[in-house]
Nanobody, 116 residues
Framework: QVQLVESGGGLVQAGGSLRLSCAAS????????MGWFRQAPGKERGFVAA????????RFADSVKGRFTISRDNAKNTVYLQMNSLKPEDTAVYYCNLGTFGEVYWGQGTQVTVSS
């Protein structure tokens, strides 16, 4: 099993920044990706960003490109989501995700609220 523990959510004003962290523990994999999804009230969960552990390549949703960055700390098995220039529409529960061949794991979610 894999456990994903998120932290770093909170309330911030529009234009502010937050950094989310997600620490993974349990099973290890040779090739996997970690990332973030988010779900706003009344909406489906959607992709935000991902990083591939082997080569560090990244991918972002168009709505966050240029504002969010994703990084990893291999030694800590932790992925970070740095969110800058936050907008009220970024308000959502943010979920950490780990995906490998045929398996997907989710964190419990952390609330991010951006006030206007």
């Amino acid at each position: 099993q894999v456990q994903l523990v998120e932290s770093g959510g909170g309330l911030v004003q529009a234009g502010g920044s937050l950094r989310l962290s997600c620490a993974a523990s349990g099973r290890t994999f040779s090739n996997y990706a970690m990332g973030w999804f988010r779900q706003a009230p009344g909406k489906e969960r959607g992709f935000v960003a991902a990083i591939w552990w082997r080569d560090g390549s990244t991918r972002f949703a168009d709505s966050v490109k240029g504002r969010f960055t994703i990084s990893r700390d291999n030694a800590k098995n932790t992925v970070y989501l740095q969110m800058n220039s936050l907008k009220p529409e970024d308000t959502a529960v943010y979920y950490c995700n780990l995906g490998t061949f045929g398996e997907v794991y989710w964190g419990q979610g952390t609330q991010v609220t951006v006030s206007s």
